[in-house]
RNA sequence: GCUGCUGUAGCUCAGUGGUAGAGCACUUCCUUGGUAAGGAAGAGGUCAUGGGUUCAAGUCCCAUCAGCAGCUCCA
C-alpha cells in the first residue's frame, strides 16, 4: 500500500500500483479528464505513472493533482508541443536531427539539425502536420533503458546529437527515459500531457538560428520557436499582448513622438536626446534630486575620462577590457606597447613580430630602457608596463564608483562624519556587443542616477533601508507599483568574485535581513552577484506586465580596500568603510524607454513634454490664444498654440496623435468670458468650457499630485506566475 | 561577437534587368471653421556605402556599414 499526503492535508491509502489518473478517476471521471501531471514530493511527474517508484523508505509522498486551471501544467503541455512539433517536422523533414526541445516563458522551442532552411512559409504545412498529430490524439508514453541501450537506440534512430548528449552531459545517468507517440520517440526527462488532445491552441511563432549545446563553434542549428494554451482565449490574448507589445516599442514611438534619436553617423548605441525626450529626462532629474537633496546626499560631479589607474585600482579595467572603449593613448606608441603586453601575457608573439612591433614603437617616440636587460617574458612585460605607467592612458569612464571613492579619500573622515552619500547623475560608456544594442533599452553611452553611500559596517542595514525606500517612492511617483526584489549572492563553485568568503555572507545576511524587514517580494538567485559584492535589484512589472530589472543597490566590501578608504573610529582607530552602490532608476536611456512603453508614449501630465496646446477656432482669437498661452506659460506649463490656419477638427487630430494630454479650444464665446474648452485626450472629449483660472487650477492639482490617469489593462492575464525558464535536462 | 532577415523621399511602404512611385508630413496659395483629416498647386531621391556581372542594375553577385529577430554577454 502507499500512503499519500494530500494538500489540504488530508492522507490517502492506494493499491501500490496506482497512478495519479487513477486517484484522479476514483474522484470524478471529469477530473480524470481535466489531469495534465501531478505533483509528487515537490516534483512534476506524468499522470500515468506507478507512484510507486516516488515512495522512499515506505514513506508516504506528498501529492497533487495539477489540471489545466494549475500554472505548471502548461509547462507540461508545452514540452509536449515541442515533441508534436518535432514530430512534424520529422514527417515533413525526413532525416532531421533533434537537438533539445525546452520551454520558454510563455512558449517553446526545439533546436533541429536538418539541411534545408526552413522559412515561416514552412509554418503552415507544420501547424498543419501538428494539428493531425493532435487530432489523433495519441498518448506519450515513457519507458526506460539502461545507458547502454539507450545510446544503441539514438544511434538507430541516427539522433547523433541525442548520442553525444548521452555521453557527455549524462554521463552520469544510469539508466535515460524515453517518450514514444506513435513513431516518434525522444530521450526525454518529461513530464508530459497524457494525450496529444490536451493542446487546444498553439502556433508557431518564428525560427532563428542557434548551436549546439549554445557553443558557436559547434554545430549550427535551426530553431523553431512556438507557443500553447489550454483555450483558444489564452493564446488569443496572448497573441493581442503581442500586438501590444509591438504597439509600445518605444524605438517606434520615440521616433514618432520626436523623444530620441540614435543615428549611425553619430554611432551605434549613441543616444541624441531630441528636446522633447530631454524634457522627459529633466522632469525626472530634477525630481530625484530635489528627494536626493531632502534625504542627505551631497551632490558631486566627475569627468567623462579618467586615467587607466584608477580602473586598475577598482579593478574594472582588466576585468571588463573587452567590454570598454580602448583606452585613449597619450602616447602614440602606447597602443603598440599595450598590445605588445596583451599578446606577450598570452604567450602569443613571435620574436619576428615582437621586434617588428618595437621598431615601430620606435618610430613613434618609444625608448626600450629596461626592455634591453630583460630576457624572459616576464622581464619584458614588466619592462613594458614600466614604460606604460609613465604614460598618459585614460579610458572613457565605464562606472563613477572610481572618482566618487576618490572623492571621498580627498579628506580624512571621522565616523561622525558617516554616512557620506555622493550622487551624481553621471555618464558612462560601455562597449556592448553590437547584437545586444536595442533603442534606449540598451545603449552605449548611459547616464546612471548614481550614488555611492560610504558607511559604517553598523549603518549597512539602515542605509540600504532608507534606499529601499527611496527607490520605492520614486517608482510609485511614476505609477510603477508592481515589482518585485532579486537578491543576488555570490556562486560557491566560482573565483571570479573578489574579498573574503566572509565578508560575502556578512554583506549577503545584512540585505536578506532588511528585504525580510521591508515585507517587499524577493527571491534569492545564487551567481547572480557582480563580483564585488551582493546586489539587490528591482524587477518591475509595467502595465501589460512585462517585467524589467531597473534599479538596482549593491553592497560593496571590495573597492574601499582597493581605494584603501579609512575613517577614524571612536577608538580613535582607523576604520574601513563600506561602500553601497545605488541607482534607482538604473540609467536614464532604459529608465525612460521603458516608461515611453509602460505609457504606450502618453506620459501623464506631470512628465508630458507637452502638456497643455491652445486650439484657435478661428484667426479672429488668435490673440486671446496667444494671451491663454502666456498665462500658462506664467504658471510653468509646457504649452503650445497651433495658430495653423486650418480646422479645428484637424489641430485636435493632431494634438491627439502626439498625445498631447489637454487641449484648450478657444473661440469668440471664450475669448469673450476668459474662458477655455478643455478636450481631455484620454477620455478623447469636450469637458465644456471654463474659466482659465479654474482650468489653470486643476492641471496645477495634477501636476502636483503626479497623477497617472492613464489605466491601461492588459487582456493577457493568463497564468503570468509560470516559472521563466525550465531547463529541460534532455 | 555569432546566425538569419532587412536597407527605395522626413515617415510608412510599392516597384517583373530597360524613363524613380504612392499615402502621410513639408512649402505656397485659397479657405476662417466649434471637438479626430477643407481644397489646390509645388518641392523633395547618390534607391545605405564600395566593388563586380551585364548593351543596360533599385532589381543579380561580393564586401562593408546600419537596423531587426534570436543566441551569447551585462560593472
Redesign the pocket.
Known amino acids: 500500500m502507499i500512503k499519500i499526503n494530500l494538500p489540504d492535508g488530508t492522507s490517502q491509502e492506494h493499491e501500490d500500483h496506482v497512478t495519479s489518473l487513477n486517484i484522479a478517476r476514483g474522484i470524478s471521471e471529469r477530473l480524470a479528464n481535466d489531469v495534465i501531471a501531478a505533483e509528487v514530493n515537490g516534483s512534476i511527474v506524468d499522470a500515468a505513472r506507478p507512484l510507486t517508484e516516488f515512495v522512499e523508505d515506505s514513506n508516504a509522498i506528498d501529492f497533487r493533482l495539477l489540471t489545466v486551471r494549475d500554472s505548471e501544467s502548461l509547462g507540461v503541455l508545452r514540452h509536449s508541443c515541442a515533441h508534436i512539433m518535432a514530430r512534424a517536422v520529422m514527417r515533413l523533414f525526413p532525416g532531421t536531427g533533434l537537438a533539445f526541445g525546452p520551454t520558454?516563458g510563455h512558449g517553446f522551442y526545439y533546436d533541429f539539425d536538418v539541411e534545408q532552411?526552413i522559412?515561416e512559409d514552412d509554418f503552415p504545412r507544420i501547424e498543419a502536420e501538428m494539428s493531425q498529430i493532435i487530432k489523433e490524439g495519441e498518448p506519450f508514453e515513457r519507458f526506460s533503458l539502461p545507458r547502454g541501450e539507450a545510446v544503441e537506440l539514438c544511434e538507430e534512430m541516427n539522433q547523433e546529437l541525442k548520442v553525444e548528449h548521452l555521453q557527455t552531459g549524462l554521463a552520469d545517468h544510469e539508466t535515460l527515459s524515453f517518450y514514444r507517440q506513435g513513431e516518434f520517440v525522444d530521450l526525454c526527462r518529461g513530464p508530459h500531457i497524457p494525450r496529444a488532445g490536451k493542446i487546444k491552441a498553439f502556433k508557431l511563432l518564428?525560427?532563428?538560428?542557434?548551436?549546439w549545446k549554445?557553443d558557436?563553434d559547434s554545430k549550427?542549428l535551426q530553431?523553431l520557436?512556438g507557443t500553447a494554451w489550454f483555450s483558444k482565449q489564452d493564446l488569443a490574448s496572448y497573441l493581442e499582448q503581442i500586438e501590444e507589445a509591438k504597439r509600445r516599442?518605444h524605438?517606434?514611438l520615440g521616433?514618432?513622438l520626436g523623444l530620441f534619436q540614435?543615428d549611425?553617423s553619430v554611432?551605434?548605441?549613441l543616444c541624441l536626446w531630441l528636446p522633447k525626450g530631454a524634457t522627459v529626462r529633466v522632469i525626472l532629474e530634477d525630481f530625484i534630486k530635489k528627494e536626493l537633496l531632502d534625504r542627505g546626499y551631497d551632490p558631486v560631479y566627475s569627468p567623462h575620462i579618467g586615467r587607466v589607474e584608477l580602473?586598475e585600482t577598482s579593478g574594472?579595467f582588466p576585468?571588463?577590457r573587452d567590454?570598454?572603449f580602448a583606452p585613449i593613448f597619450g602616447h602614440d606608441a602606447g597602443r603598440i606597447i599595450d598590445y605588445c603586453i596583451r599578446k606577450l601575457e598570452e604567450g602569443g608573439l613571435s620574436s619576428e613580430k615582437e621586434e617588428a612591433l618595437l621598431q615601430a614603437a620606435e618610430i613613434m617616440g618609444y625608448e626600450r630602457g629596461d626592455y634591453q636587460k630583460a630576457t624572459t617574458a616576464e622581464e619584458k612585460i614588466s619592462a613594458l608596463r614600466k614604460w606604460e605607467k609613465q604614460q598618459e592612458r585614460y579610458l572613457l569612464k565605464?562606472?563613477n564608483?572610481p572618482h566618487h571613492a576618490m572623492m571621498y579619500k580627498s579628506e580624512p573622515r571621522s565616523y561622525r562624519d558617516l554616512p557620506v552619500r555622493l550622487a551624481e547623475f553621471g555618464t558612462?560608456y560601455?562597449?556592448?556587443?553590437?547584437?545586444?544594442?536595442?533603442?534606449m533599452l540598451?545603449v552605449r553611452g548611459l547616464t546612471q542616477d548614481d550614488a555611492h553611500l560610504f558607511c559604517t559596517p553598523e549603518q549597512v542595514e539602515e542605509e540600504f533601508r532608507q534606499t529601499l525606500q527611496l527607490v520605492q517612492y520614486v517608482l510609485k511617483s511614476v505609477g510603477l507599483d508592481d515589482y518585485r526584489i532579486q537578491l543576488s549572492g555570490r556562486d560557491p563553485n566560482s573565483d571570479k568574485y573578489v574579498g573574503s568568503v566572509e565578508t560575502w555572507n556578512q554583506a549577503e545576511a545584512s540585505l536578506q535581513k532588511v528585504l525580510e524587514d521591508s515585507g517587499l517580494r524577493f527571491e534569492i538567485c545564487e551567481g547572480e552577484?557582480?563580483?564585488?559584492g551582493p546586489?539587490a535589484d528591482f524587477m518591475v512589472r509595467d502595465a501589460i506586465g512585462r517585467e524589467w530589472?531597473l534599479g538596482?543597490v549593491?553592497l560593496d566590501y571590495t573597492l574601499p580596500e582597493r581605494f584603501e578608504l579609512e575613517y577614524t573610529g571612536a577608538d580613535n582607530k582607523q576604520h574601513r568603510p563600506v561602500m553601497i552602490?545605488r541607482a534607482p532608476f538604473g540609467s536614464l536611456e532604459r529608465f525612460v524607454g521603458m516608461l515611453i512603453e509602460h505609457f504606450a508614449g502618453a506620459f501623464p501630465l506631470w512628465l508630458a513634454p507637452e502638456q497643455i496646446r491652445v486650439l484657435?477656432?478661428?484667426?479672429?482669437?488668435a490673440d486671446y490664444a496667444q494671451d491663454v498661452l502666456r498665462q500658462l506659460k506664467a504658471k510653468g506649463f509646457r504649452a503650445s498654440a497651433d495658430m495653423?490656419?486650418?480646422?479645428?477638427?484637424?489641430k485636435?487630430?493632431?494634438a491627439?496623435?502626439e498625445l498631447i494630454p489637454y487641449?484648450l479650444?478657444?473661440?469668440?464665446?471664450?475669448?469673450e468670458e476668459g474662458a477655455v474648452?478643455?478636450?481631455d485626450?484620454i477620455e478623447?472629449?469636450?469637458l465644456?468650457?471654463i474659466p482659465l483660472a479654474e482650468a489653470i487650477e486643476k492641471f496645477e492639482t495634477e501636476v502636483r499630485e503626479k497623477t497617472i490617469r492613464q489605466q491601461f489593462k492588459s487582456t493577457f492575464q493568463a497564468l503570468e506566475e509560470t516559472t521563466e525558464e525550465s531547463e529541460n535536462e534532455y
Not at 518564428?206 to 548551436?211: H, L, P, Q, T
Not at 484657435?616 to 482669437?621: G, N, Q
Not at 495653423?644 to 484637424?650: F, H
Request: hydrophobic residues 25%; glycine residues 8%; aromatic residues 8%.
Open positions: 520558454t532552411k522559412s518564428s525560427i532563428a538560428g542557434s548551436y549554445g558557436k549550427p530553431r520557436y516599442d524605438r517606434v521616433k514618432k540614435i549611425p554611432g551605434q548605441g580602473y574594472h576585468y571588463y567590454s570598454q565605464p562606472m564608483c558612462v560601455r562597449h556592448e556587443q553590437t547584437g545586444e544594442l536595442n533603442g540598451r552577484a557582480a563580483f564585488y546586489k530589472q538596482t549593491q552602490h484657435p477656432v478661428t484667426d479672429k482669437v495653423r490656419s486650418a480646422k479645428v477638427n484637424a485636435i487630430r493632431d491627439q496623435l487641449m479650444v478657444v473661440g469668440p464665446k471664450e475669448a474648452s478643455v478636450r485626450r478623447s472629449k469636450d465644456g468650457m
